[in-house]
């Protein structure tokens, strides 16, 4: 499992403010574009503005958002650093011809540990954003959410292209052949 799967199972923070940013696997970003976590301040006001049009958040709920967003950001922002460190250090031991066994495990769990962590402090979030929403609302995002967990496993949606889940026969197809809530 790598880390853009585990990211991703952060999924409604993603779409409610784009909180959780991709781990990069090194130091610098690619040329050209921003280091993690340099748009967030300034793409989650877009963000929220476009999720609150298709969810058709209140006034009230938007500013709810926003609250749980800013309580939240600084953890997550934590969370995600120690998980770049932690990988960074387990990948460095890996690439030593010389690592000890013992050490490698020990980067290895603390590498889950940090996922775990940052996976938590998501959920959290996830939760208090989940409670301002009204039932409704909750099941529009969980059909965006899964829209978008498929897209980032690669496929075009719906975790592949056509829109069929992985195993559905024809007979069967996923959750994109009901129109959206």
């Not at 574009?33 to 989650?44: H, I, K, L, V």
């Not at 503005?49 to 709920?61: I, N, V």
């Not at 690439?95 to 940052?118: G, H, I, S, T, W």
Request: contains cysteine; glycine residues 12%; proline residues 7%.
């Amino acid at each position: 499992m790598n880390i853009k799967h585990v990211l991703g199972g952060i999924g409604l923070s993603l779409a409610l403010g784009g909180l959780v940013a991709p781990v990069r696997g090194q130091g610098a970003p690619a040329p050209g574009t921003p280091p993690p976590g340099a748009m967030m301040d300034g793409g989650r006001a877009q963000r929220l503005d476009r999720l609150a049009q298709r969810l058709k958040l209140t006034d009230a709920q938007k500013v709810s958002c926003q609250a749980i967003f800013a309580k939240h950001k600084d953890k997550l922002k934590a969370e995600r650093q120690a998980l770049r460190d932690a990988h960074k250090a387990y990948r460095e031991a890996l690439e030593q011809p010389d690592a000890n066994v013992d050490n490698l495990r020990n980067l290895n769990r603390a590498l889950a540990d940090r996922k775990f962590d940052l996976q938590m402090e998501g959920r959290a979030q996830r939760q208090e954003l989940r409670a301002v929403l009204t039932p409704e609302q909750r099941e529009k995002a969980a059909f965006m959410m899964g829209r978008m967990a498929g897209m980032r496993e690669g496929g075009h949606g719906w975790r592949g292209p056509g829109g069929m889940h992985k195993g559905w026969g024809q007979d069967c197809p996923g959750p994109m052949a009901k129109p959206m809530p």
